[in-house]
């Protein structure tokens, strides 16, 4: 803020002649520099767990058997809202039942998509303990996401707090066995009555939660992709590394053609050169042979603005550090295209292709359709899934669940 002040004053000062250099004409010049609420004595108050007010529901709902659980259909008997006004800041947390939102019609969100979210989950431990994985992940890219779009932003250890209390509250809704967990979606929007487009002055944060099962029950089943070459999913300088909202509407039509041709999802590629982004809503992984060395290579993308910052992508790519670098692997994040993954199945170096995202934690590819061919990704025909997506799996989910303590699992 200092900078331009002074770069705009100095012209200024040579040009008045010393008489006039009035303590009046400098301050009118500053004026300008200072917004009202830097000069307002206000301090907007942060999140504050301690003032959280519970109201449990009369009419607590049944639950489902685990093995009809859907995912994202069936929400548990609570819901968590903080609400902030420009004046006064975040006020007291609320755990209520679960219930409908009622908003104006004008309300900001629905006209200019202020609205962000994430995806987390809480999993039951063997001693039924609840945990958390790496929400403090979930919540810096959650400040990012609302930052970009002039919503609010708050402390990500207070928020941690009040969905550790939210999720033990939540406790007979998660199922004992390992692949079920409950899936976490905090959610901020603007919630000003104005069709005026400029920053909301109000916001709504809130959280609820559906319990939900593995995502492959009957073990891993190899998708098979389309590359969409005449849509882009994110660009360079835009929002696509924030999770908005806005940024997943558009994405559907996409993924509805790729289906309606056979494919289970859509591989988002970028630029004339083609580089490999993500596919669907997952960071994307491959495991190659180096065409100079031949030494073993897990590749993703880096983080250029063009992808989703994704959690489990930072735990695979650490994972494998940890692990796989020592037998040998490289791992790399760096760009790359459809014409190198291409290349590498032709000539029998592609290993292994999967996606990464906390809904499936991996989701092994058989093949890539591009220019009309179909590029296999490395597993035989009787194979789901490769050994470094299988072994990633079983990684991240003794993690997950305490049976590796680590200090990605946060204990509610
Ligand atoms: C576009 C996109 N990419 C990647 C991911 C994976 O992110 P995470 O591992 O944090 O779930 C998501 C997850 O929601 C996503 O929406």
Redesign the pocket.
């Given at each position: 803020m200092m900078r331009p002040m002074f770069s705009r004053c100095a012209p200024l000062r040579a040009a008045i002649p010393p008489v006039s250099r009035s303590l009046g004409v400098f301050q009118s010049v500053r004026q300008y520099s200072i917004t009202p609420e830097a000069a307002s004595d206000s301090k907007p108050q942060d999140i504050d767990p301690s003032k959280l007010v519970v109201e449990k529901t009369t009419t607590p709902g049944a639950l489902k058997k685990p093995e009809d659980l859907i995912f994202g259909r069936n929400f548990t008997d609570h819901m968590l809202t903080i609400e902030w006004n420009k004046t006064s800041g975040w006020l007291a947390p609320h755990i209520t039942p679960y219930q409908n939102l009622s908003l104006d019609p004008a309300t900001c969100v629905f006209h200019y998509a202020f609205e962000c979210f994430e995806?987390m989950k809480a999993y039951k431990d063997r001693e039924g303990k609840i945990r958390l994985f790496r929400p403090d992940?979930?919540m810096e890219?959650f400040n990012k996401s609302a930052a970009r779009i002039a919503l609010p932003t708050f402390a990500p250890t207070a928020l941690i707090d009040l969905i550790a209390t939210f999720a033990k509250l939540e406790s007979r809704f998660i199922p004992e066995q390992r692949g079920y967990s409950l899936y976490l979606r905090p959610t901020m929007i603007g919630t000003q009555k104005t069709l005026g487009v400029g920053p909301p002055g109000s916001a709504l944060l809130y959280v609820i939660a559906s319990p939900v099962g593995p995502y492959y029950p009957t073990g891993f089943k190899a998708v098979s992709l389309e590359a969409t070459d005449y849509a882009v999913?994110a660009w360079p300088g835009g929002v696509?590394d924030k999770?908005l909202g806005a940024?997943?509407a558009p994405c559907i039509v996409p993924q509805r053609e790729a289906m309606s041709r056979g494919f289970q999802q859509n591989l988002w590629l970028f630029g004339e050169e083609e580089y490999v982004t993500?596919v669907?809503?997952?960071?994307f992984f491959v495991a190659m042979r180096d065409k100079e060395t031949g030494q073993k290579t897990l590749v993703t993308a880096p983080l250029d603005g063009t992808?989703?910052?994704?959690?489990?992508?930072d735990s695979v790519l650490s994972l494998a550090r940890e692990r796989l670098a020592p037998e040998g692997w490289k791992i790399e994040e760096r760009k790359y295209t459809m014409k190198e993954i291409d290349e590498a199945a032709n000539e029998g170096r592609l290993i292994e292709a999967f996606g990464?995202?906390?809904?499936a934690i991996v989701s092994p590819v058989r093949s890539i359709s591009w220019r009309g061919k179909l590029v296999h990704c490395g597993l035989q025909d009787h194979e789901e899934s490769g050994e470094i997506a299988a072994k990633m799996k079983t990684w991240m989910e003794d993690r997950q669940y305490g049976d590796d303590e680590h200090e990605w699992s946060y204990v509610c």
């Open positions: 995806g992940k979930n890219r999913r696509g999770k940024n997943y993500e669907g809503t997952m960071n992808i989703l910052e994704g959690v489990t992508r990464a995202g906390t809904a």
